[in-house]
């Protein structure tokens, strides 16, 4: 009796360590850098790709805010795809064609993510000097800050593409670094000179917020 008791024990230990390196296992390849997706897919289509898909599209709740990765391309799977096209200027069909699937493995490639929320500008202010000036503002997510400033109003036109930069006339003066607060110093500014100059955040996914005009006067 005491002999079975061990065995059923070892048994069971031996057991409960496989379905522990299984988890683990699950756990630690959901971490790794998704594979290039493959197969054109639509509803009905099933597989490790399609997993693959949801598993990428659910990392925005955005676009796939129900997350299900079941392996199965269902209507949900369809209608994260269409958010997904819609947020990259695709044609929004609900399948993953070649266009689709070329741009998805391109993001993946990048290790952009699947970001498509601009970061937001708030707190924006500018300390002036007699030949300088910090400009300060904060950002909802860490992002690159720059500053464009000039004598004359900047000139700006709006992005054409999606991720795009849109062009902005001045001088350029720019942190490098994602960061969620900014300081921006202009130096060797004008005495008793108007000046203009407009914020850009860019987020590590490339998203863009531009503020609109803003100007200032150095003292004396």
């Given at each position: 009796?005491?002999?079975t008791t061990i065995a059923q024990k070892?048994?069971?230990?031996?057991?409960?360590?496989?379905?522990?390196?299984?988890?683990?296992?699950?756990?630690?390849?959901?971490l790794k850098a998704h594979a290039a997706i493959t197969s054109?897919?639509?509803?009905?289509?099933?597989?490790?790709?399609?997993?693959?898909?949801?598993?990428?599209?659910?990392?925005?709740?955005?676009?796939?805010?129900?997350?299900?990765?079941?392996?199965?391309?269902?209507?949900?799977?369809?209608?994260?795809?269409?958010?997904f096209q819609v947020a990259?200027?695709?044609?929004q069909v609900g399948t993953v064609g070649p266009i689709t699937k070329a741009r998805i493995n391109a993001i993946m490639n990048s290790g952009l993510g699947l970001d498509t929320s601009a970061p937001f500008i708030s707190s924006l202010s500018a300390s002036i000097g007699?030949?300088?000036?910090?400009?300060?503002?904060?950002?909802?997510?860490?992002?690159?800050?720059?500053?464009?400033?000039?004598t004359q109003p900047i000139l700006s036109n709006e992005a054409t593409a999606h991720f795009q930069l849109p062009y902005v006339s001045g001088t350029l003066v720019a942190n490098t670094t994602f960061q969620m607060?900014?300081?921006?110093?202009?130096?060797?500014?004008?005495?008793?000179?108007?000046?203009?100059?407009?914020v850009r955040s860019i987020d590590r996914s490339g998203n863009?917020?531009?503020?609109?005009l803003n100007s200032f006067r150095t003292g004396n």
């Open positions: 009796m005491k002999t070892n048994i069971a230990f031996i057991g409960m360590l496989f379905a522990m390196i299984i988890v683990f296992s699950f756990g630690f390849g959901s054109t897919m639509d509803v009905g289509s099933t597989g490790g790709e399609v997993s693959q898909l949801q598993q990428f599209l659910a990392s925005n709740s955005l676009i796939y805010p129900q997350g299900i990765v079941s392996g199965y391309f269902g209507n949900l799977t369809r209608l994260a795809v269409i958010q990259n200027d695709i044609a007699t030949n300088g000036a910090t400009v300060l503002w904060t950002n909802s997510e860490p992002a690159q800050g720059q500053v464009y400033y000039d607060s900014h300081a921006i110093t202009l130096a060797n500014l004008q005495l008793n000179t108007t000046y203009y100059y407009i863009v917020t531009m503020t609109p």
